[in-house]
């Protein structure tokens, strides 16, 4: 008989080969997250939050995006309303939002951490908030334990060439959780931005030295690459807007560009491609030589509205899909690596869900003797991470690649309650695997199924990454008390 709860323990696990699957296998996994914006000083510091909004609403842009498709003002969204206005604007919008996978995620994250089986609707906003101003006082709900009690293993942040490295090991040490910085690089090519020259003018500072030239430059940048090595860094990571385009210009051409840069001239559309072509090209070779992953976040229409962008900052949930990208270019890049010997592993994340086939197809085209999975189809990634845009990215992949061999889930998220993505995967994957069982797409091998779930959901991302193993289940054992009102 079907549950009448929402959130319930078969939630999206329709067959008994997906409840055995899940229950079985996944659920007890505990999770690497090798790509999240999670604020490193705010993890070793074990964070307190005062109130529902600060923790579930203040970092999250997804939502923020809803509220303003919904009409909600921004002074309830970024602004200076209360939090208890920002959240009962989110109470309001949430049963708008039927259909989108904050609407899962939203349940799973109130029913996981809080106990709370309701979905939030402006009925019962008042008594959901004080239920959780209640127990948001208690240890458990501070930063660190709240990410133990997803079942964190180990995670990667996100960090720019200039920050400060220090808290990844103090939370390392404090709370047993695996937490390694990863290099966000975009601020290395940002040579059009406003912020670009005080930025370069602060990593003069920080290596000591005066950045005259191009040979200056990459000194620089590999002293921080260094530093970001000794800290245990695994990856690095760098966003390729919608007109990425790949082309190598000589030595002496990119000498003169970055001169150009270097006095605040301002470079043509082709200059300034062929110099973040020679510094990607240098950088993929450094990221080699330390045995680091490159990830690839591509198609993010960034350039939208300039309002919303002046009133909330860069990363402000206004951000939409762009076009296709150029195949030919990025192709180019990765070949550019490849015949100096030093094209390292690479996910390829696309916005653009029109771009799936062509890059799972490409995670054949760069293989390497003894290295499986050299190239990957990264996650279903921001927009695509709903129920069908998951269930999509397995079949692409199945398809034109090899699924075995993917790296899982991650959750993009500065919010520590956004690891319930985790769970939403590995419930869509379970579900997804034991449906083509159904259809006998795949044989009834609970095996061979058992053993595919592991390697997807922690195996292969431990693998991939050389993450050290914690061996440890998760520490969640028991959510608080189920609360159930009959108001919604």
């Not at 991470?385 to 061999?405: C, F, P, T």
Request: aromatic share 10%.
């Amino acid at each position: 008989m079907r549950d009448k709860k929402f959130i319930h323990d078969n939630f999206l696990l329709s067959n008994p080969t997906a409840r055995e699957l899940f229950h079985g296998v996944a659920r007890e996994l505990p999770i690497i997250d090798y790509h999240n914006h999670i604020d490193p000083v705010a993890l070793a510091e074990n964070r307190r939050y005062e109130n529902l909004t600060q923790l579930w609403l203040s970092l999250d842009p997804y939502k923020h995006r809803l509220m303003r498709i919904s009409g909600v003002p921004e002074a309830k969204i970024t602004g200076d309303a209360s939090d208890y206005d920002k959240f009962l604007a989110w109470a309001h919008t949430l049963p708008q939002a039927v259909g989108n996978p904050l609407y899962h995620w939203s349940a799973l994250e109130l029913q996981q951490m809080f106990g709370i089986e309701e979905v939030l609707t402006p009925k019962n906003a008042s008594q959901i908030w004080q239920t959780c101003q209640e127990q948001l006082p208690q240890e458990e709900f501070r930063m660190a334990n709240l990410i133990k009690r997803w079942g964190v293993e180990t995670m990667s942040t996100s960090d720019d060439l200039l920050d400060d490295l220090q808290p990844h090991q103090q939370a390392t040490l404090t709370h047993s959780v695996n937490v390694y910085p990863s290099l966000r690089g975009d601020t290395i090519l940002a040579f059009s931005s406003q912020q670009y020259r005080p930025w370069l003018r602060e990593l003069e500072k920080k290596v000591n030295t005066t950045i005259r030239n191009l040979e200056d430059y990459q000194v620089a940048i590999q002293q921080k690459i260094d530093h970001f090595d000794q800290a245990d860094c695994r990856l690095a990571d760098h966003a390729l807007d919608p007109d990425f385009y790949f082309e190598l210009p000589s030595e002496g051409q990119a000498v003169s560009y970055f001169r150009q840069v270097i006095l605040g001239n301002k470079l043509s559309e082709q200059e300034r491609a062929q110099l973040t072509s020679y510094l990607l090209n240098f950088l993929g070779k450094a990221y080699s030589e330390k045995g680091w992953i490159l990830q690839l976040h591509i198609g993010a229409q960034r350039r939208t509205s300039t309002r919303l962008k002046r009133i909330t900052g860069g990363a402000g949930g206004f951000a939409s899909i762009g076009n296709s990208c150029d195949i030919d270019s990025l192709c180019r890049f990765l070949d550019s690596l490849e015949q100096a010997g030093q094209l390292p592993k690479t996910i390829l994340y696309t916005l653009n869900p029109s771009d799936y086939e062509a890059f799972a197809s490409l995670t054949g085209s760069f293989a390497e003797d003894g290295v499986a999975g050299k190239i990957q189809l990264g996650p279903a990634w921001w927009y695509n991470d709903h129920y069908e845009g998951i269930q999509h990215h397995l079949k692409v992949l199945a398809n034109y690649g090899m699924l075995s061999r993917f790296v899982g889930m991650t959750t993009d998220s500065r919010s520590p309650l956004s690891f319930s993505r985790h769970e939403y995967f590995r419930r869509v994957l379970c579900n997804t695997l034991s449906t083509w069982v159904e259809k006998g797409h795949l044989p009834n091998d609970i095996d061979l199924l058992s053993e595919l779930v592991q390697n997807l959901c922690y195996e292969n991302a431990q693998q991939y990454m050389k993450y050290e193993t914690r061996n440890r289940v998760r520490a969640d054992c028991n959510p608080p008390e189920r609360i159930t009102n009959n108001s919604n």
